[in-house]
């Protein structure tokens, strides 16, 4: 794995999630109770002995950067190799489909011109999933393909405008659209490129840097040895709110959970805060939930994830929820179908209803 490094693309962002992407990042959006969308891809690279990863940042960082550090959690912080922060271009993408712009690939050519591998791993955030990148690269040297694109048959869990494509028999890439055939090969934002070819792109296309990286491969099909690699585990796609809550409470599917976090040689790292165990008291009642440490619990929780350091009083009721950190829930408050940001406080007796489809986002730090 010396041969490759990484990349991940965090320049990007996305109305759909309302209040939730208002100051941060689709890849600093806080999940499962713990994590941030930007642990996975970096965790998988870590994972798989890839520890050369640069990291491109978007204009509003502060949040980013305040988790990742410098990469200390995820063995990053080392003299050869390492973490790198790239900049992104200062135009803000409000487009959570063009992740992988070209025009930030120009400005951080410096990254790639340096590096001595042979092969890049390219990575978006808004996919959730654990992956050996060894493996892909294994079946990327052996097809002598100049790029192999993930893939997952899952036409029900991709999302939505996402990329599909069709695979021929003996793996390559025919064609890719925006419209699921019978097969569904759903592109997992994640890709291996020859590094020598990415630069050619570079090159080639500078005079029309805002395009996506995806486009010009694309393009480029029938051109070059583009093949696939399928992924079958668990993939959970996030792009709105609705597959934010959805994906959210996969977590409380015990398979899933498990494949996710509970792989001792694939661990999903993350920045460490030091909690005391959650409290729970008598009055408390708790149902297939995920809760995190530092909680204080004394009322009904059902069917939902709570970050850490989360207060529940007495007589409260949460179903089908989602509470970050430090979010504080009065006597007597009713919460069905909520995803509620960080630092909000719900006032005593307070009744918010969503649904399924079309959930209540209580933004940071309101007082409801």
Known sequence: MHRIMGLVAANYSSDKFMQLTKERPVASLPFGGRYRLVDFPLSNMVNSRIYTVGLITPYMYRSIMD?????????????????????????????VQGKF???DIIQNRAYLDRGHQDYVVVSGCNKVFNIDYRAVLEAHIANRAVIT?????SPENCGTKEIFFDIGEAGKVLTASEMPDKSANCFLDSFIINRDLLLKFISWYEATSYLDLVEIIIENLGHLDVFGYEFTGYMGAID????YMKCSQDLLNPEVDHELFNNKDRPILTKIQDSPPAKYWPTSSVRNSLVSTGCIIKGTIENSIIFRGVTVEKGAVLKNCVIMQNTIINKDTVLE???????????????????AEDPIVVGKGQSV
């Open 67 to 95: 988790h990742v550090g410098v990469g200390k959690e995820w063995a990053l912080n080392r003299k050869v190799g390492g973490m790198f922060i790239l900049p992104g271009s200062i135009y803000g993408l409000k487009n």
């Open 101 to 103: 712009l070209l025009r």
């Open 149 to 153: 694109l993930l893939y997952k048959k």
């Open 240 to 243: 709105d709110v609705k597959s």
């Open 337 to 355: 179908n909520v995803v509620c940001d960080k630092y909000t406080v719900f006032r005593e007796g307070v009744k918010v209803f969503g649904s």
